[in-house]
């Protein structure tokens, strides 16, 4: 997996890691995974394993509703958001995890 070029989000990651305590290495390259197996939608569609379920950007459900649009930069802004929400409870059920096993771990749990 080719990783995505996030230095233009550099100071939105610097700001989540500091605020979980994920490093930001480990935020990177979990949001760029994601990134890379998710595809991105700016327009919300219906979640292909639960039609009734809105998803948009790279595949955020969360507060979504039909008809919502986004930027490419509000849907990197969401997800590099949205990825403590996944790395953090994997990191706290092994947390003696080597960085790579922690990122696919919480890539697997995102997807």
Do not use: W
Not at 14 to 38: F, H, N, R
């Amino acid at each position: 997996m080719k990783p995505i070029d996030l230095k233009p989000y550099a100071a939105t990651i610097a700001a989540v890691a500091a605020a979980t305590g994920i490093s930001v290495s480990v935020l990177t390259q979990t949001t760029s995974d994601a990134m890379v197996s998710e595809g991105e939608s700016l327009v919300a569609y219906a979640d292909p394993a639960r039609p009734e379920l809105a998803t948009i950007c790279f595949g955020e459900t969360k507060g979504v509703k039909f008809g919502d649009k986004a930027t490419h930069e509000e849907c990197v802004k969401r997800l590099i958001q949205r990825m403590p929400d996944y790395i953090l409870p994997v990191k706290a059920l092994m947390p003696a995890l080597p960085d790579n096993r922690l990122m696919a771990y919480s890539d697997t749990a995102y997807n």
